[in-house]
């Protein structure tokens, strides 16, 4: 029982993971493109990887 | 004006002197010695349970702990309140009554009711019974939750952080009275007023509306914050870790939003337009859902679960320096965990203002959608 | 779920919500209303302060540009004040050369009608004078007894030489 849900949390924080990196990534290459947008890329980046911390500590805490 | 000042500063390092340098309200106890060496934490499973049980809600508020010579347990710090809403009305005691108890051994008996603390809440055992009894899980059979609305730590620290923002703020206020530029501390806070203002309340709810919901965007960001800053110090608060704020918070964001949001967000909601009429009522269950669920829901566990991690990883690499003291050796494991646990601290200072900035953010954005005017049509 | 179901505590959501409540509205109350009222009436005046300042450095333009007109105007009211001196002067002098002029040829017409006459009257003059003369020597040729052809001469050559011609 308690194995299965350390799997879940293992599977949740791997998808948390290439999330976090995917918005993380673009909004850096974002950045780099147009650094006059930093400010505006950089909220949208904390917004999204807010919502899916969000997502991700849902699921953790369902399975907890 | 200078009497006002002076009391704001000594209040505020009254606060900070009462937290650090107390050294009354010592009060032993020997009756109940859990452990063999003194209630010392040194293995994993105690530094687990110490961990688990910080996180969670107290009775009293205990900075810190030690065994003096005769083996007697004593413990720094001061009760608080016990008030509780039973079958009988309200009782009220002092915490103290536990005398640090938390197994539920120690049984207080109150207008003919008895009351056992297990694992940092208070239930109200059977009429017939006299000792709690556990079961293998070890919940306990024959006793029920009593609704506590006690002064437990966490609201002890809501009410000094409350009183303490309430004095700042104020002060703030007064201080446009008679100048234009505040001086001292207000200098301070001004440009995080005009931040919450500018870049959060602003850009997210809309030039038109934002001015309704400033005032609970900004005590929301700064009690967030300054509890989240207050979680990190000794003092051992765990207000923004506790899910019953969290989601009181939350609520009331979707209390906000809920009620604030106009026809058109109400229309988007229920009966989208644009999409065919088959659609609809599945589209009206999932954004009601969304608003009324998972919106809330993705707020408060965000803000709880944060700060709960951030607290569990801080304790536990502190924790290293008991836990690794035989494969390390003292001077190790101590500087292995004091460069480990400063690191942390770091990220957590930084994490203690992204959460406050986050939630602040994520309302303003929730209630934006819900007043905003589209233009466009969909 | 369990767990996080187990974690929370009613009482303490019930308490945190009035604490919370009584914050809010003590917050907006005493802190937010004053200090974004104000901030916002700070905002405004530096708005209006700039503006006013803009309004200003306009006005000063505007007055700079008056100034310059009214320099240009100047000037060229005195060019024209100058032209039509020069002008006058001109004219002035033109008239007094023409005056001038006439008067000059009335006079040497005079002058002129008068030598004129004058010369009229001086050939009348010569004129009698010849005859009175000629009547002259012939009286004396005639009184005196011609002897000789060259006492005639003689006499008539005297005669000739009292009489000086004027």
Redesign the interface.
């Known amino acids: 029982m308690v194995t299965y849900n350390l799997i879940g949390a293992g599977l949740i924080v791997i998808g948390a993971g290439i999330g976090l990196g995917q918005i993380g990534g673009k909004a850096m290459e974002g950045i780099a493109r147009q650094p006059e947008a930093a400010g505006k890329i950089q909220?949208a980046m904390?917004?999204i990887a807010?919502?899916l911390?969000?997502?991700a500590?849902?699921a953790?805490?369902?399975?907890? | 004006m200078k009497v006002a000042q002076k009391t704001v500063k000594f209040l505020t390092t009254v606060v900070i002197a009462l937290f650090t340098t107390i050294g009354f309200a010592l009060d032993s106890d020997t009756k109940y010695d859990s452990s063999n060496d003194g209630g010392r934490v040194n293995t994993k499973t105690e530094v687990e349970e110490y961990i688990l049980h910080h996180l969670k809600d107290s009775h009293d508020f205990s900075l810190w702990s030690y065994t003096n010579d005769d083996g007697e347990r004593k413990h720094v710090g001061f009760p608080l309140p016990v008030i509780l809403w039973t079958s009988e009305g309200l009782v009220t005691f002092m915490s103290s009554e536990f005398h640090h108890n938390d197994d539920g051994h120690v049984i207080v008996e109150k207008k003919g009711l008895k009351f056992a603390k297990i694992h940092s809440k208070i239930y109200e055992l059977d009429k017939d019974a006299t000792v709690a009894v556990f079961d293998k899980e070890h919940h306990a059979t024959n006793a029920q939750k009593t609704f506590d609305l006690s002064i437990t730590k966490s609201v002890f620290g809501l009410l000094l952080i409350g009183v303490l923002m309430l004095l700042w703020f104020s002060k703030l206020a007064r201080q446009y009275k008679t100048k234009k530029i505040p001086t001292g501390f207000g200098r301070v806070l001004e440009p995080l007023v005009l931040y919450v203002r500018d870049e959060i309340a602003r850009p997210n709810i809309g030039e038109k509306h934002y001015r309704r919901f400033t005032g609970y965007l900004l005590t929301v960001f700064f009690f967030i914050w300054i509890l989240n800053l207050a979680g990190l110090t000794p003092l051992g608060f765990n207000v923004t870790g506790q899910i019953a704020v969290t989601a009181c918070l939350a609520a009331f964001t979707l209390v906000i939003y809920t009620f604030s949001g106009n026809k058109e967000y109400w229309m988007h909601m229920i009966w989208m337009p644009g999409v065919p009429v088959l659609f609809r009522p599945i589209l009206a269950v999932i954004e009601l859902i969304g608003a009324l669920i998972i919106k809330p829901f993705s707020l408060l566990v965000r803000l709880f679960a944060n700060i709960s991690a951030g607290h569990i990883v801080i304790m536990s690499l502190i924790a290293i320096m008991f836990t690794l003291k035989e494969s390390l050796g003292v001077v190790g494991a101590t500087g292995l965990s004091l460069v480990l646990s400063f690191f942390i601290l770091l990220i957590e200072i930084l994490v203690a203002f992204l959460q406050a900035y986050i939630f602040t953010m994520l309302s303003a954005l929730f209630i934006g959608m819900a007043v905003a005017e589209h233009s466009e049509a969909h | 779920m369990e767990t996080l179901l187990n974690d929370f505590s009613p009482g303490l959501f019930v308490v945190s919500t009035i604490l919370l409540l009584a914050l809010i509205a003590l917050m907006v109350k005493f802190a937010w209303k004053p200090i974004l009222n104000s901030l916002e009436e700070r905002e405004s005046g530096i708005k209006d302060a700039l503006a006013a300042a803009d309004n200003a450095r306009k006005e000063m333009q505007n007055l700079q540009a008056d100034n310059a007109k009214l320099v240009k105007e100047a000037r060229a009211e005195r060019e024209e004040m100058m032209k039509e001196a020069r002008e006058i002067r001109e004219k002035m002098i033109a008239e007094a050369k023409e005056d001038a002029t006439e008067v000059t040829t009335k006079l040497i017409e005079t002058a002129q009608a008068s030598i004129k006459q004058e010369k009229q009257a001086a050939l009348a003059e010569i004129k009698k004078s010849v005859a009175d003369l000629s009547i002259s020597i012939a009286e004396s040729v005639i009184k005196r007894e011609l002897s000789s052809k060259e006492d005639q001469l003689e006499l008539v050559e005297g005669i000739l030489k009292d009489i000086t011609l004027n």
């Open positions: 909220t904390i917004i807010a919502l911390e969000g997502l500590f849902g953790l805490f369902l399975g907890k």
